[in-house]
């Protein structure tokens, strides 16, 4: 009964969005390739190189920077374009909320939301997201850390956590690189399942799902005792680790020309099922599997034609 149709198609709705994130990852992952940037004293703040502290006052400045950064370079001005994350789509809401706008006139047209300065207004939940967790000091046993609601608690056995929806860290008695390097194995899956880590086909696998959506992958780096992430998303990061603190938490809003990023889809995304088991194993059910082939490029003649501003995610929740 478990595989009836309706379970069959749900699922392949799931592995559709899934396949669609890695794509919209893969190409906001070339905010990289910028050669603008959009910093607080570009929008009438201060620091030349401090995230923007986002609120509806910025909104204006920020779209008007795109515009001179982008300008200046002598970029085109046709097919212009910015793609805004919830949180930052929430404040241009509140800043047009009441005023004469054709805004609800195009929302839910291949992610096109509005038009302002000259530019196509996009949304996307997959702006890249990057932060550092500095963590010193060895932590104790049941302290944790939570990356977009996953939390991670480091313990003497990692498949021995307090809480089910916990995914385990194998916590060293005394070397905090070796525990640093444990969560950085866990959020990659590149460790012992079992021993580094929790075993993934525990109760914990909504941890690992908001992990894995939000392709989060993490660099351990000893000398500087940090662990820095880069994912996708309106994220959230915290920790109750003793003397550990997360900093440079920044979303990248990516601006430009349309076409600017190069995005090849030589396979359409398309979803099959195969049965389980085998002969050997004969299993009820099926696995859905989701699958496309593609490449993305930012040919260096492109680069002037990408801007990005960089947002403040210090007190996101």
């Not at 906001?28 to 923007?52: E, K, L, M, W």
């Not at 207004?121 to 550092?132: D, G, R, V």
């Not at 194993?281 to 040919?299: A, D």
Request: hydrophobic residues 40%; glycine residues 6%.
């Amino acid at each position: 009964m478990q595989n009836s149709p309706n379970w069959v198609a749900d699922e392949a709705k799931k592995a559709q969005k899934a396949l669609n994130n890695n794509i919209d990852q893969a190409v906001f992952a070339h905010y990289s390739d910028a050669n603008s940037d959009i910093y607080a004293a570009d929008v009438g703040g201060s620091g030349a190189t401090t995230a923007i502290t986002l609120n509806t006052s910025v909104i204006n400045p920020v779209m008007a920077a795109f515009a001179r950064k982008l300008s200046i370079l002598d970029v085109d001005e046709s097919k212009r374009f910015i793609t805004l994350g919830p949180k930052m789509r929430e404040q241009l809401n509140l800043y047009i909320s009441g005023k004469d706008t054709n805004y609800a006139d195009v929302v839910g047209r291949n992610g096109l939301i509005t038009q302002r300065f000259g530019f196509d207004i996009y949304y996307s939940n997959n702006l890249p997201y990057t932060a550092t967790l500095s963590m010193a000091t060895n932590p104790s046993a049941a302290e944790t850390v939570t990356i977009n609601g996953a939390v991670m608690e480091f313990v003497a056995d990692a498949d021995v956590v307090s809480n089910d929806a916990y995914l385990g860290i194998l916590r060293d008695s005394s070397d905090v690189d070796v525990s640093r390097a444990a969560l950085a194995a866990c959020i990659n899956e590149s460790g012992t399942v079992g021993t580094t880590y929790s075993d993934p086909d525990a109760e914990n696998n909504d941890a690992r799902w908001k992990l894995t959506k939000a392709g989060v992958v993490a660099t351990n780096d000893d000398s500087a005792d940090t662990m820095a992430i880069v994912a996708y998303g309106d994220l959230a990061v915290s920790t109750d680790v003793t003397d550990a603190s997360w900093g440079s938490q920044v979303q990248h809003v990516l601006g430009g020309i349309k076409g600017a990023i190069m995005l090849l889809v030589q396979k359409q995304p398309n979803v099959s099922s195969h049965d389980t088991g085998g002969a050997s194993s004969p299993k009820l059910g099926v696995n859905i599997l989701s699958w496309t082939l593609y490449g993305t490029k930012v040919p260096h003649r492109m680069k002037d034609a990408l801007c990005v501003a960089h947002i403040d995610a210090s007190s996101w929740t």
